[in-house]
Every structure is written in C-alpha cells, then in structure tokens.
C-alpha cells in the first residue's frame, strides 16, 4: 500500500487555543465594528487571517536566537545571514529592514518619483501603498485567466507580457524605475509564476533598459512550484531553482514574516554595489544602521536558519500539501475558490456563493464574518475593501473578484484543523442563499483602509 501523506515535523512545543459559542462571538465581532483585523486573537479559534509571521520557528531557529550576536556594527549574526541570502538567493549585497514593508519603503525612497509608472503582477497592497503614497501609479500586467477562479492553469500568477510591453512601449525608461514581479502571485491566489515567465519579463526588462524586482515574499513557495509543475526542473533542488530565479532579477524585496518563517523581519536584497549604497542613507534613516536594519542579533540568526528550513523540499511538500488537502476537503462539499489550490492560502469566491449579496455591500468580508459568526476561524478580505479607493477619482473599486482568503500558518495547524475549517464554511455554504444583506462602510483612512475601516450592517 501507498504510504499516506504525513508531516516532516514532530511537535515541541503547544500553545492553548479556545472554543466560543456563536453568541459571544456575534457580539464580539459587533464590538470589532464588522472588522476582522478589530478582534482580539484570544476571540479566534483559528487563525487564517495571514500566514506573515504566525509560522512556528523550529527548535534550530530557538538556538540560533540564544547565540544572537547584538554587536551594532558587524554582528556575527549579520554575517550568517549574509551568508545565508548568498546561498539561497546568489544576491551578494542587502539590507535588513524589520519587515517586507520596510524593505520596500527603503528601495523606492530611492528609486520612485512622482508620476512613475510600475507594471507588475497584482503588485501587493502594501507595495502598492508605497507606490500610490509616492505619487506613482502601479500597473497590473496579470494574466486575464487569473480572474477565472475555475480555469485551472499551473502558473496563474504569470504576467501577460504582451501588457507588460504596452507599458514599456508607451513610457520612457525614465518613468519606469522598475517591473515588480511578485512571487508567488499572493493577491491572484498565491499562484506561481513559472521560470519561463520569470525569463520572459526579463528578456523585456533588458530590451527596455529597466529594471526587475522582485517581491519575494514566497519565492521558496514559488520554488517548488516550478520544480512540480514545470518541464526540466523536476531534478533541481529548491535553491538551485531559486538561484535561477533570482539570477533574473536586479534587486528583490523580502518580507522574512512569510517563506523565511521568522515572526517579524525582511531586507532589500541587491545585484549590484551602487543600487546598495544609494539605499543606504533610507535604511539608516528609517530602520537602524546597515548590518542591523530593523532586526536584533538573535532575529537575523533566527532568519538566516528559516531561509534554510524554508528551502527544503521535505518542509515545503508538508507545506503545500497541507494547503492542497484543505482544497480537496472543499471540493468534496462543492464550494469554490481560486483553482488550483495556492502556496499558502485558499482563495473562495465569494462572489459565487454570496449571489444575494450586492457588490457595494462588500461580498468577500460579508463571507468573512459569517465563517467567523459560524466556527471562530477568522479569514480576510481580498475584494473592494482591499482595493481601496482610486488615488485620482477617490472612487470605490470594484474588483472582477471578490475572494476570502484563508491563509495557513507554517508549520502551526494539523490536518485536523483543516477539517474543522472546511465543515464550518460548508455550513455557511448551505445557508447562502438566505444571506441576502452585506455592511456599508462608517469609518475609513485616506490609503490602506481594509486595515482600520468600521462598517455597518447594511
Ligand atoms: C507580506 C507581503 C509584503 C509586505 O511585507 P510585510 O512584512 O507584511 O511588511 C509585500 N509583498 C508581499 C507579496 C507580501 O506577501
């Protein structure tokens, strides 16, 4: 017989979660104002809102902190992770910065300027934010079959490089400080990009004379991806498929929260000596001094093991194959979500199971507080409160989908969990023809609302 599937970890170490029953939690979320992001954790039985920073760190990781070296200037544990994003990355140069926003806050002080243009694959909210905040536009060259939920294609989280060329065509280089290729394709679904792809942006990045980023968040994510679905790269490691990756890119931006399985840190990682030194004075001004960044001693040691255990096949088939199992489990109750299964989260479509429920009325967070109202597992929101208002118009967006984005923690869950997750939302699934009313919005900021907003039952 086939062995089944099992975990490549046993557990240390438990932490205490608690049950609620559904009237404490329909007043606890009423007291959060409909937001998610307002409940205390102590109110979640699972956690789904994001897998940035809520991974388990390994008893390796434990002991790299306690020999953390908290010199200023020239720490050991500055050293080990250099060493470490050589390894795995072929970058030579980097900044530490105290987590993926960071990085990218310290990268575009020195390369964005007003009315630049930045084509990309559904560039992230806070890359995004950074772009929009700098009086920038970011534009989205993202495969139209990703806004197909049922298409099921390897890589959907591939950019359209025929739309990518138009924007090259149509600015001067000046105007472009650079692509930003996401991998994976969190805001698609947590879908790969495929080395073709990768090959592709970057033969027009060269032909332009621009620059390619990559926000890496889930590059090792991304990784296996290739290494299962692509031709040719079923024999290569992970790493080995990452130094490929990246030796297309000239800079990459890392938030360490998501495939590097620490709690809190990132870097801006360089190609070349000049793009480091003029990123220097932003990561001195806004994060601390260039061998520390954002991070202490214990936290750059703590990453430099998580960029290995991150790159290591066993971990990642654990992984994603936990996400997979959380997919088929859904299948077998009818509900749809982003086809194929992602990296690190389920994406449903709501908008295909809340059809009563009016677009204004924001349908993806209205599903969000049912699953939470139902079983206690908190998702989050990746449709039109997420897409925020347009920086010209101030108008609403609506995007073509509406997704409940479930993400996994690393390394935190068990199978089991899955299983009580995908029963709660099959709950929610039989009763939706009578949800028939979402929530309106009483309280916003001006950028990044989906955070903070208030709302209303409509
Ligand atoms: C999380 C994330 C970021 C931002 O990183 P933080 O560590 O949350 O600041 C940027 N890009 C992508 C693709 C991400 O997933």
């Given at each position: 017989m086939e062995l089944p599937f099992a975990e490549s970890y046993k557990i240390k170490m438990v932490e205490t979660i608690r049950k609620s029953t559904r009237e404490e939690r329909e007043k606890w979320i009423k007291e959060a104002h409909y937001n998610l992001f307002n409940l205390k954790s102590d109110y979640v039985f699972i956690d789904l809102l994001t897998d940035s920073g809520t991974g388990a760190m390994s008893d390796k990781q434990w002991g790299a902190m306690m020999e953390g070296d908290e010199s200023y200037a020239g720490a050991r544990s500055y050293y080990n992770l250099k060493n470490s994003i050589?390894?795995?990355?072929?970058?030579?140069?980097?900044?530490?910065?105290?987590?993926?926003?960071?990085?990218?806050?310290v990268l575009f002080s020195s390369i964005i300027k007003e009315g630049d243009v930045l084509p990309g694959n559904s560039h992230f909210d806070t890359t995004k934010g950074h772009i929009e905040f700098r009086k920038a536009h970011a534009v989205d060259c993202t495969i139209a079959e990703a806004k197909d939920t049922t298409a099921e294609i390897p890589f959907k989280g591939n950019i359209d490089l025929t739309l990518l060329e138009d924007v090259l065509k149509k600015?001067?280089?000046?105007?472009?400080?650079?692509?930003?290729?996401?991998?994976?394709?969190?805001?698609?679904?947590?879908?790969?990009?495929?080395?073709?792809?990768?090959?592709?942006?970057?033969?027009?990045?060269?032909?332009?004379?621009?620059?390619?980023?990559?926000?890496s968040a889930r590059f090792a994510e991304?990784?296996?991806?290739?290494?299962?679905?692509?031709?040719?790269?079923?024999?290569?490691?992970?790493?080995?498929?990452?130094?490929?990756?990246?030796?297309?890119?000239?800079?990459?931006?890392?938030?360490?929260?998501?495939?590097?399985?620490?709690?809190?840190?990132?870097?801006?990682?360089?190609?070349?000596?000049?793009?480091?030194?003029?990123?220097?004075?932003?990561?001195?001004?806004?994060?601390?001094?260039?061998t520390y960044g954002g991070m202490s001693g214990r936290d750059m040691n703590a990453l430099a093991q998580g960029l290995k255990e991150g790159t290591d096949f066993n971990y990642l088939e654990t992984r994603i194959g936990q996400v997979a199992y959380l997919g088929k489990k859904l299948?077998?109750?009818?509900?749809?979500?982003?086809?194929?299964?992602?990296?690190?989260?389920?994406?449903?479509?709501?908008?295909?199971?809340?059809?009563?429920?009016?677009?204004?009325?924001?349908?993806?967070?209205?599903?969000?507080?049912?699953?939470?109202?139902e079983?206690?597992?908190?998702?989050?929101?990746?449709?039109?409160l997420l897409a925020d208002r347009d920086p010209d118009t101030r108008e609403n967006r609506?995007?073509?989908?509406?997704?409940?984005?479930?993400?996994?923690?690393?390394?935190?869950?068990?199978?089991?969990?899955?299983?009580?997750?995908?029963?709660?939302?099959?709950?929610?699934?039989?009763?939706?023809?009578?949800?028939?009313?979402?929530?309106?919005?009483?309280?916003?900021?001006?950028?990044?609302?989906?955070?903070?907003?208030?709302?209303d039952k409509a």
């Open positions: 050589k390894d795995v990355t072929g970058f030579d140069y980097f900044l530490p910065t105290h987590q993926g926003r960071a990085a990218e806050n600015y001067p280089k000046e105007k472009i400080p650079c692509i930003v290729l996401t991998v994976t394709n969190n805001t698609a679904g947590g879908q790969p990009v495929s080395m073709e792809n990768i090959k592709g942006v970057s033969a027009l990045a060269k032909q332009y004379g621009v620059k390619l980023l990559f926000d991304n990784a296996y991806f290739i290494k299962t679905r692509e031709k040719g790269y079923q024999d290569k490691s992970i790493v080995e498929i990452c130094n490929e990756m990246f030796s297309h890119a000239d800079f990459m931006t890392m938030s360490s929260k998501k495939d590097a399985i620490v709690n809190m840190g990132g870097f801006v990682a360089f190609r070349n000596e000049k793009d480091w030194e003029a990123c220097q004075m932003y990561n001195i001004m806004f994060e601390g001094f260039i299948d077998e109750y009818g509900i749809p979500y982003q086809r194929p299964a992602g990296g690190h989260a389920i994406f449903v479509d709501a908008k295909k199971i809340l059809t009563n429920v009016p677009k204004e009325q924001f349908v993806a967070q209205t599903l969000g507080i049912e699953l939470y109202i079983g206690g597992v908190r998702g989050v929101e990746i449709g039109a609506y995007p073509a989908l509406e997704l409940l984005r479930l993400a996994i923690p690393r390394r935190v869950y068990t199978n089991n969990h899955m299983d009580y997750i995908a029963a709660a939302l099959k709950n929610v699934y039989d009763r939706r023809e009578s949800i028939t009313k979402g929530y309106v919005i009483k309280k916003e900021l001006p950028i990044m609302r989906h955070f903070t907003v208030e709302l």
